[in-house]
Every structure is written in structure tokens, then in C-alpha cells.
């Protein structure tokens, strides 16, 4: 009788040197990561952008006044990142005499400019590419060894994100994590308001913005929407720091507790950080907030939405929800994932106005 082994089809001599390179690339993507840490600290795209939108290896090394020597390898380095996708160079060989252009990625890395509504992502690039996110995702074989309920990163550290304890152990790492995340939440919402924004606020008299932050989206949305009574409720330690504007009223408190009354409530990009169990507590007191789906009452959800079919977005999707299952206790969720929570708190109905890239915008009605 045939043993299991020698009924298993073993891979032909090229399959296997197709899985070596594939297993080195695996092994490797981290120096990708590294690689474009660099570039960012060194400032390439925004040196790029200042050259005119084109720049050699000499105009590079020139103008970030890098040792000469370190030329060939500065060229290494944007032949991998060119390769990757975070530049472009017009030629094949990204040589010593390529031009090294911009491309959507690196627009979106330019110091102090923003494009189009998204702010510059590079705190998101270095919180991402953090010690402290490198160590607790070297720690993951560890954490699932272990019976604990705090992430990987609260289990290594001590500390969770965004909650005031990261501030007190390390006021510095804190500060570009919070960077990160206000530029990385205040990204594409002009994208919403122009293509949903009608449909999302048009004829809405009042709207709490939950997690709203230092008002940010609450503002925006009250420049294309005056008539719209906007309230922000936020933690306290939050709120405290936001000075008063006279265009949003903001509240401090707790979302597990309550949230203001208004005709709808937005909670935008905060999901994805909690458990299923805890969206299902927040949702219920953003029911709380708002009257009966006859009178407008509605909860505007905008998250990430994982789709198998969304091409290449789906591998950010997914490595999207790797890091909120390293970092924090949430998770990203496909539409059936966030079907079942509304449903478990107390919603009957819920509508995918529009899919924006990951993002998915949803009205969740009581
Ligand atoms: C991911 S950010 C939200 C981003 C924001 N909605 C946006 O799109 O720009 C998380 C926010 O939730 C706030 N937050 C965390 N826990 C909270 C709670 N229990 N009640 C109210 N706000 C809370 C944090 O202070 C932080 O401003």
C-alpha cells in the first residue's frame, strides 16, 4: 500500500526554486519595510517633490547632502523601493542614471503637504515601523502560547495605545503614535463628504461625531453642511486640550457610558481598534443617542471592510487586521462581520453606501 508521502504530488525541481525565491521574499519583506523607513527619515519623497518631481541619484545625494560614498548605496535601496511600488523610475535597471519619480504612495509621504484632502502619512510610517510594533509582532509565537487577553503589544510593553498609558511610560513614542493615528484617521474624509456626503448629511439638523478627536471631520463636515448642530464627544484628556472654535460643541466622556443626542451619530475609524463584544456595547449606547429611524435617526459607520475581491487592497486589508490584532483587541471585519454587530446591538437594518478603497461607509439604522 502506498504510504501518505508517496501519494503527495511532489513539486517539480522549478516549483521549488520558485518557492526558495518565494521563501527569501517571505523571510525578507521586512527590509522592504526598513528600506522605506529610511527613505522617509532620510526625506526622499519630499526632496523628490522639491526637485521638481524628478531627481538622479547625484541630485539625491546632493541635496540630502549624504556622503558621496553612500551613492551606490542609496541606489540600491530605491531599486528595491522602485520595484515596490513607493517610486517610480523610468528606467528598467533603476541605474545610477535613473530618474526617480513620485508615485500616489510617495505623494502621500510629502513633509507638511496635503494632497487632496489626505494629510502626509510619514508618522503613520514610523509608529508602523516602530520598535516598539516590531517587538510585539516578533513576540506573536510566544502570545499565542500564552492564556492572556491583552494583545501582544499590551502584554510586551505594559501599555495599550491611545489611552493615556503609552503617554506616561514614553511621552515621545506616544506623540508619534497619536500623530499617526490623527493623520491616518483624517485621511480621504473629503473623498466621503464629496462622494456620499449628500447622501451621509444632506437635511441632517444635528450629528455627534463619537471619537471625534480634536474636531477635525466635525469641522469639514459643518463647512459643507452649515446647517448641521455638530457635537464632539471625546475623552476628557482630549477634549481638555481642544480649544473652543464656536463651529462644534465638544463633550467629554465616555462612549461606553453615553453619547450625545443627536439626530445621527458618525463613529469613523474607531471600530476596527475593539473586540467584537465592546462594538457591540458602543453601538448600543449610539442607538441610545438617537431617535426612531421615522425621524432621521441613524448611526453613520465608517470603517475598513475586509473583500476578498477588492484586488490588491485585500492584502492591506488583511495586513491591517494582523497589526490591530498585535496592537489593540480589534480586528478588521468583512460585511458579515459587521452585519452581526449591528444586529446584536439592536439595530434592524443597515445600508454600504459606498466602498472607498478599504473603506466602507455604512448607515446603521434603529
Ligand atoms: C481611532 S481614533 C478616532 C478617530 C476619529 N474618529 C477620526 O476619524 O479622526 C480614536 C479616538 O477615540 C477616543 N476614545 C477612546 N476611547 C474612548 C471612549 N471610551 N470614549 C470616547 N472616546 C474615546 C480616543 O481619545 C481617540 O481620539
Redesign the pocket.
Known amino acids: 500500500m502506498a504510504t501518505q508521502a508517496q501519494q503527495l504530488a511532489v513539486p517539480t525541481e522549478a516549483e521549488l526554486l520558485q518557492g526558495q525565491a518565494d521563501l527569501w521574499r517571505h523571510s525578507l519583506y521586512y527590509m522592504t519595510s526598513m528600506a522605506f523607513q529610511c527613505a522617509v527619515k532620510l526625506g526622499i519623497p519630499t526632496t523628490i517633490h522639491s526637485l521638481g518631481g524628478a531627481a538622479s541619484l547625484p541630485d539625491l545625494v546632493a541635496a540630502l547632502s549624504l556622503p558621496p560614498a553612500k551613492l551606490p548605496y542609496l541606489r540600491r535601496i530605491m531599486r528595491l523601493l522602485a520595484t515596490s511600488g513607493v517610486f517610480a523610475a523610468d528606467s528598467a535597471a533603476a541605474d545610477v542614471v535613473a530618474t526617480y519619480r513620485l508615485t500616489p504612495l510617495s505623494w502621500l509621504l510629502l513633509d507638511g503637504v496635503a494632497v487632496d484632502g489626505h494629510p502626509s502619512q510619514t508618522s503613520l510610517v514610523l509608529a508602523a515601523t516602530s520598535r516598539h510594533c516590531l517587538e510585539a509582532a516578533m513576540g506573536l509565537s510566544d502570545w499565542f502560547k500564552k492564556d492572556v487577553a491583552a494583545s501582544p503589544f499590551q502584554d510586551l510593553h505594559g501599555v495599550t495605545l491611545?489611552?493615556g498609558t503609552m503617554a506616561e511610560q514614553d511621552p515621545e513614542v506616544d506623540a508619534v503614535f497619536n500623530d499617526a493615528?490623527?493623520s491616518h484617521?483624517?485621511s480621504g474624509?473629503l473623498a466621503v463628504l464629496r462622494e456620499c456626503g449628500g447622501t451621509l448629511f444632506q437635511g441632517l439638523e444635528s450629528l455627534t461625531?463619537?471619537?471625534?478627536?480634536d474636531g477635525?471631520?466635525a469641522r469639514a463636515i459643518v463647512e459643507a453642511f452649515p446647517q448641521i448642530k455638530c457635537t464632539v464627544?471625546?475623552?476628557p484628556?482630549?477634549i481638555d486640550n481642544v480649544p473652543a472654535d464656536g463651529v462644534v460643541n465638544y463633550v467629554a466622556?465616555?462612549?461606553?457610558n453615553s453619547v450625545p443626542f443627536a439626530q445621527a451619530v458618525l463613529?469613523?475609524?474607531?471600530l476596527h481598534?475593539w473586540s467584537d463584544e465592546d462594538c457591540v456595547r458602543i453601538l448600543a449606547q449610539c442607538k441610545k443617542a438617537i431617535p426612531p429611524r421615522e425621524e432621521g435617526g441613524k448611526v453613520i459607520v465608517?470603517d475598513i471592510v475586509v473583500d476578498s475581491s477588492s484586488g490588491p487592497t485585500h492584502e492591506a486589508e488583511l495586513l491591517m487586521d494582523v497589526a490591530m490584532m498585535v496592537m489593540t483587541n480589534g480586528r478588521q471585519r468583512d460585511e458579515t462581520d459587521w452585519s452581526e454587530i449591528f444586529i446584536k446591538a439592536g439595530f434592524s437594518d443597515y445600508k454600504v453606501v459606498k466602498k472607498l478603497g478599504a473603506r466602507g461607509v455604512f448607515e446603521v439604522y434603529p
Not at 253 to 256: I, L, R, V
Not at 267 to 270: F, H, S
Open positions: 491611545f489611552d493615528l490623527a484617521d483624517n474624509f461625531d463619537c471619537c471625534g478627536g477635525t471631520t464627544l471625546d475623552l484628556r482630549v466622556g465616555d462612549m461606553f463613529i469613523k475609524l474607531v481598534h465608517i
